[in-house]
């Protein structure tokens, strides 16, 4: 009967969808390993964290290996992870890891913080054995050049056209226990400004949980903070079954010309997945059967 709610949902960013077959692939084969471990009776936490890690490691994706590069050709990459407990951990503008979500992760368990940045998490997550890592690839690097030369002399006002591929990952997970537990994970926004951190690693805005239910948001980082969006969709949940409340969340961020997609469970371990951009990868597995984007 318990086993009845397990359920694991992921997106590889709703900034349309490039490369579809490699999206696929990434986020099913994240998703089974998550379902692998709530199947053996393991935690939505260990689940989400696997899962955001294989996403991490796909290069497809704009987060760990394969981020996108700032303004200066550097990557600088956010991540979170909270539980339905409101247990909560986040790292910002690190550099040198090959997943920054295990290093939020132990920001969570091992500190009495919430939010570690830039050198200062660098230098956590070697203090935690992690080696030093380069995330940076090819084939970001020439998307980098490529942008660049566009991008002549003119980087304000705005950087509207490069900015509106969104690629984050982010990965929602319900337990045995009905422990809900939300992870995500980005490069950021394409260009960005050295520094810039964005709405994933912000409780409230590109993340939140609680005893009703999990989401994590990609798009437009910076509406979606203005909007604390992730916090008001959890909020929602607790008056509104999931799609309804995914309907209404959605329907409040295009009035509010946010442009961003939300996937999250709610304690039922029924699932919201919504966007309001060109296309949004998503994977999800519920009662063993596995549903994805077209
Ligand atoms: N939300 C992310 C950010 O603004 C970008 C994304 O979703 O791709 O950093």
Redesign the pocket.
């Known amino acids: 009967m318990k086993n009845k709610k397990l359920t694991i949902i992921a997106h590889g960013?709703?900034?349309g969808i490039n490369y579809p077959a490699r999206r696929k692939s990434g986020l099913v084969k994240a998703v089974h390993a998550g379902y692998d471990i709530l199947k053996q009776g393991g935690s939505s936490l260990d689940a989400v964290t696997k899962a955001t890690t294989i996403l991490e490691d796909t290069t497809v994706f704009?987060a760990g290996t394969g981020s996108y590069l700032n303004l200066l050709g550097m990557v600088e990459m956010?991540a979170s992870i909270m539980t339905s407990e409101l247990k909560f951990g986040a790292v910002a503008a690190i550099t040198e890891v090959k997943n920054p979500i295990k290093v939020a992760r132990l920001v969570m368990e091992r500190t009495d913080h919430l939010l570690l940045c830039g050198e200062g998490a660098n230098k956590f997550a070697r203090l935690m054995g992690f080696d030093s890592y380069n995330p940076e690839t090819r084939e970001k690097r020439r998307l980098w050049q490529r942008r660049r030369k566009r991008l002549k002399n003119r980087y304000f006002p705005k950087l509207e056209e490069l900015a509106g591929i969104?690629?984050?990952i982010g990965v929602v997970a319900i337990d045995k226990n009905g422990l809900i537990s939300a992870a995500n994970s980005?490069g950021?926004?394409n260009m960005n400004l050295p520094g810039r951190v964005?709405?994933?690693p912000i409780i409230g805005a590109?993340i939140y949980a609680n005893k009703n239910g999990a989401v994590t948001?990609?798009?437009?980082?910076e509406e979606?903070m203005r909007n604390l969006l992730c916090f008001r969709a959890v909020k929602l949940m607790a008056r509104y079954p999931a799609s309804l409340a995914g309907k209404k969340v959605i329907e409040y961020a295009t009035r509010q010309g946010c442009r961003c997609g939300l996937i999250g469970i709610n304690k039922t371990g029924a699932v919201l997945c919504v966007n309001n951009t060109k296309a949004m990868s998503w994977c999800y597995i519920k009662d063993g059967r596995l549903s994805s984007f077209p």
């Open positions: 960013g709703a900034g704009n956010d969104y690629g984050t980005t950021g926004m964005g709405d994933t590109g948001a990609t798009g437009h980082g979606i």
